[in-house]
């Protein structure tokens, strides 16, 4: 039986759970499938203003992918190379996914786990979360585009020793390698996920917005041009804007609108 890739609101926040009961989140070709195309809808609504990503219970936010798919889905080729085009979709709409991102960590976040929580804006994990890809004791190596994420995020020291030894880290490890944003206790973690999405809630959605996307303008190098320069300053004609300034001149909580 395939997984399931679940996804509920409560206001402005969506939760989108990877369920694989079993298998401990393993990600199958299906999930990947209903990742990509539950993110990009996600992304495309205004009223939304954070989405927290986690696995379903409390043992694995994801353990890999699903290895029994190996003899059918990644057994030559060009069917590995289209299991991991539509992967590399999954990881691309979370990575383009307009509003901030919340990685919820619990239990064991390995392989391809790893990688959809690196395309997250934010990593809260539990401090009994266990990170790697030991990917090496399988005989297989990292897809190069999917390995990119883990490459900007961690750097290649931190990358090379996951790699090479097929070592797991704890959390407090993880954290201090730059894989996590935030180590809590287990019992805490999944308030601290959804404290971290009214955080956000609270601000302006507009400029959330703007924020991911000139930081991943920086990211990518090179001088911004005038033109850039100037876009910085949209900001200027918009309703929160001034809603923000006038609630501060005012002394009372800004009601933002996204516009």
Not at 30 to 52: F, K, N, P, T
Request: glycine fraction near 8%; charged fraction near 25%.
């Amino acid at each position: 039986m395939s997984g399931r890739v679940l996804c509920t609101r409560a206001e402005n926040v969506a939760t989108v759970t990877l369920s694989n009961p079993g298998k401990l989140n393993a990600i199958d070709f299906a999930m990947w499938q209903s990742l990509a195309e539950i993110v990009a809808e996600l992304s495309g609504d205004d009223q939304l203003r954070c989405v927290i990503v986690r696995g379903d219970g409390d043992q694995a936010f994801a353990a890999g992918g699903d290895i029994e798919e190996f003899l059918s889905r990644r057994d030559t080729v060009d069917r590995a190379m289209a299991y991991h085009a539509q992967a590399g979709a999954a990881l691309q709409a979370l990575a383009d996914c307009r509003q901030p991102t919340i990685a919820l960590l619990q239990g064991a976040c390995i392989g391809g786990g790893l990688e959809i929580a690196a395309q997250c804006d934010l990593r809260i994990c539990a401090q009994s979360s266990r990170f790697g890809a030991p990917i090496n004791r399988l005989g297989f190596s990292m897809y190069p585009a999917e390995m990119a994420s883990l490459l900007r995020l961690a750097g290649p020291a931190c990358l090379l020793e996951i790699l090479l030894e097929g070592r797991i880290l704890g959390a407090t490890e993880a954290l201090a390698k730059g894989l996590v944003t935030r180590v809590v206790a287990d019992a805490d973690v999944v308030d601290e996920a959804y404290t971290s999405a009214r955080r956000i809630c609270a601000g302006a959605p507009l400029v959330a917005r703007w924020h991911k996307q000139w930081l991943r303008r920086l990211q990518q190098g090179g001088p911004l041009s005038d033109e850039e320069l100037r876009a910085s300053f949209a900001f200027l004609d918009s309703d929160d804007y001034r809603e923000g300034l006038a609630a501060f001149m005012e002394k009372r909580k800004p009601q933002f609108t996204g516009r």
